[in-house]
């Protein structure tokens, strides 16, 4: 790795050819990361990507050349390379560790208690209450006068609305607090970004929102419904 | 300067060969790139989790100027070859071309450094735009306590480095500096080719990309 001859004098004096070069060779590349960035060229991703490569090639011919490893022995290189792969590998650690935190904008559980009504249009699903009993719609009709058991089906406990909203969430649980009223939800948004859900649930007996805990997840970090 | 051509000046080395100071310096180094690594880490993950200010996005490019941030840029890239030069001179027994070098570094130091100082005043000062240590256009903002210290502590270390250049400047006026002293030029040129290297990954990361997105 040396690579030197007898003639110390004779090596510094072809090195300032290649120092020269390597100045120029510099230069135009700061350039031309700058030009990029005025004329906008390619997308933002492989703008940021050219960045990357072409500092790397810089980095590596200031540290080659300019601080002579390419002539010094390889345990001046070896020492460098420790500590430039140590604070890489903190960088890429805190990176990953460091995602978007989740934070929960709207988590509400409200019990549906609509009592079934005369004339009312209801679409397939919907929930209703009559006589002290929770039904669920089978299909889409026009209440008549009379209750009409076909329409309807027994529901097999008490709906409950729950909604969420989460900025960034990868993983969303829901549990039940009381003992007594056992429940427990879980979902992998596909799509992590503004999660947004509002779905019903059946529950042994009525609920407020105050007897769930909602835990969001994003990477590595969690956040909990207070 | 090899660490072949440092025995020829009767520097101490250690078992592996190379000079004592020159292991000293790469292993300091090594060290340094850990210390702007999590400075760099810490402004990467501000910029991201904290990318809105008032309730809109932030953008810097409202207050950077990318022309002199280049231009200081250029000047620091050009300064890495005078010290190249310099320590080419001093081991070739060139004095008069040393402090020339030297002398050269020194100034286009001393121009990088009036650049960030001008650079950051006008940050601090700019009209409807100011970034402060914890605030931004007045609202609080972490941008400018991790963009000041990763910035200032890099400035901090070209002005180290420079007035060390300039102690070596002011050392060869007396007539003692002789290529026995290369080792030690040298060492000062690890240094402040470290800086140069800094920089280059500073601002492409911290200035080019907020213009990339």
Same mark, same amino acid.
């Given at each position: /790795?040396?690579?030197?001859?007898?003639?110390? !004098?004779?090596?510094?004096?072809?090195?300032?050819?290649?120092?020269?070069?390597?100045? /120029?060779?510099? !230069?135009?590349?700061?350039?031309?990361?700058?030009?990029?960035?005025?004329?906008?060229?390619?997308?933002?991703? *492989? *703008? *940021?990507?050219?960045? +990357?490569?072409?500092?790397?090639?810089?980095?590596?011919?200031?540290?080659? &050349? +300019? /601080?002579?490893?390419? &002539? @010094?022995?390889? *345990?001046?290189?070896?020492? +460098?390379?420790?500590?430039? =792969?140590?604070?890489?590998?903190?960088?890429?650690?805190?990176?990953? /560790?460091? @995602?978007?935190?989740?934070?929960?904008?709207?988590?509400?559980?409200?019990?549906?208690?609509?009592? &079934?009504?005369?004339?009312?249009?209801?679409?397939?699903? @919907?929930?209703?209450?009559?006589?002290?009993?929770?039904?669920?719609?089978?299909?889409?009709?026009?209440?008549?006068?009379? +209750?009409?058991?076909?329409?309807?089906?027994?529901?097999?406990?008490?709906?409950?609305?729950?909604?969420?909203?989460?900025?960034?969430?990868?993983?969303?649980?829901?549990?039940?607090?009381?003992?007594?009223?056992?429940?427990?939800?879980?979902?992998?948004?596909? @799509?992590?970004?503004?999660?947004? !859900?509002?779905?019903?649930?059946?529950?042994?007996?009525?609920?407020?929102?105050?007897?769930?805990?909602?835990? =969001?997840?994003?990477?590595?970090?969690?956040?909990?419904?207070? | 300067?090899?660490?072949?051509?440092?025995?020829?000046?009767?520097?101490?080395?250690?078992?592996? %060969? $190379?000079?004592?100071?020159?292991?000293?310096?790469?292993?300091?180094?090594? #060290?340094?790139?850990?210390?702007?690594?999590?400075?760099?880490?810490?402004?990467?993950?501000?910029?991201?989790?904290?990318?809105? $200010?008032?309730?809109?996005?932030?953008?810097?490019?409202?207050?950077?100027?990318?022309?002199?941030?280049?231009?200081?840029?250029?000047?620091?890239?050009?300064?890495?070859?005078?010290?190249?030069?310099?320590?080419?001179?001093?081991?070739?027994?060139?004095?008069?071309?040393?402090?020339?070098?030297?002398?050269?570094?020194?100034?286009?130091?001393?121009?990088?450094?009036?650049?960030?100082?001008?650079?950051?005043?006008?940050?601090?000062?700019?009209?409807?735009?100011?970034?402060?240590?914890?605030?931004?256009? %007045?609202?609080?903002?972490?941008?400018?306590?991790?963009?000041?210290?990763?910035?200032?502590?890099? %400035?901090?270390?070209?002005?180290?480095?420079?007035?060390?250049?300039?102690?070596?400047?002011?050392? #060869?006026?007396?007539?003692?500096? #002789?290529?026995?002293?290369?080792?030690?030029?040298?060492?000062?040129?690890?240094?402040?080719?470290?800086?140069?290297?800094?920089?280059?990954?500073?601002?492409?990361?911290?200035?080019?990309?907020?213009?990339?997105?």
């Amino acid at each position: /790795m040396s690579g030197h001859s007898d003639d110390p !004098v004779a090596d510094e004096s072809k090195r300032f050819f290649t120092f020269f070069n390597l100045s /120029m060779a510099l !230069v135009a590349i700061t350039g031309i990361e700058i030009v990029i960035i005025y004329i906008h060229p390619f997308g933002s991703p *492989i *703008i *940021i990507g050219v960045l +990357f490569a072409t500092s790397i090639v810089k980095f590596i011919g200031v540290i080659w &050349w +300019f /601080m002579h490893l390419k &002539w @010094d022995k390889i *345990i001046n290189t070896v020492l +460098f390379l420790l500590g430039l =792969v140590i604070a890489l590998g903190t960088f890429f650690a805190v990176i990953y /560790m460091a @995602d978007t935190h989740p934070e929960i904008e709207k988590f509400e559980v409200t019990e549906l208690k609509n009592e &079934w009504s005369t004339g009312t249009e209801y679409s397939k699903g @919907d929930y209703v209450v009559h006589k002290g009993i929770y039904y669920k719609s089978k299909e889409n009709h026009k209440a008549l006068d009379e +209750f009409s058991p076909d329409s309807w089906a027994k529901a097999q406990g008490i709906p409950h609305r729950i909604t969420y909203k989460i900025n960034i969430a990868d993983l969303v649980e829901i549990n039940s607090k009381s003992p007594g009223n056992p429940f427990f939800h879980l979902h992998r948004p596909e @799509d992590h970004e503004n999660v947004n !859900v509002s779905d019903v649930f059946l529950l042994a007996r009525s609920a407020t929102t105050q007897d769930f805990r909602l835990k =969001v997840r994003s990477e590595a970090y969690w956040t909990e419904s207070q | 300067m090899s660490d072949a051509h440092a025995l020829e000046h009767h520097e101490p080395v250690t078992s592996t %060969g $190379v000079p004592n100071k020159k292991i000293l310096m790469w292993a300091f180094l090594g #060290s340094d790139c850990m210390f702007f690594g999590t400075l760099i880490s810490t402004h990467l993950i501000y910029r991201k989790i904290s990318g809105t $200010v008032g309730g809109n996005a932030l953008d810097i490019r409202d207050i950077f100027d990318i022309e002199l941030t280049s231009f200081s840029t250029f000047i620091l890239l050009a300064s890495s070859l005078f010290m190249a030069l310099a320590v080419s001179a001093i081991h070739k027994g060139n004095l008069k071309s040393t402090r020339w070098m030297l002398f050269g570094t020194i100034i286009f130091g001393a121009i990088f450094l009036a650049c960030q100082v001008y650079e950051f005043t006008h940050f601090v000062h700019a009209p409807g735009n100011e970034l402060t240590l914890s605030t931004y256009r %007045g609202e609080p903002h972490v941008f400018g306590s991790t963009f000041y210290v990763l910035t200032g502590t890099h %400035g901090t270390h070209v002005a180290i480095g420079v007035f060390w250049l300039l102690g070596w400047l002011v050392y #060869s006026f007396t007539g003692r500096m #002789s290529p026995a002293d290369a080792m030690d030029i040298e060492c000062c040129g690890l240094y402040w080719h470290f800086v140069d290297i800094v920089w280059i990954i500073i601002f492409p990361v911290i200035y080019l990309m907020e213009y990339a997105m």
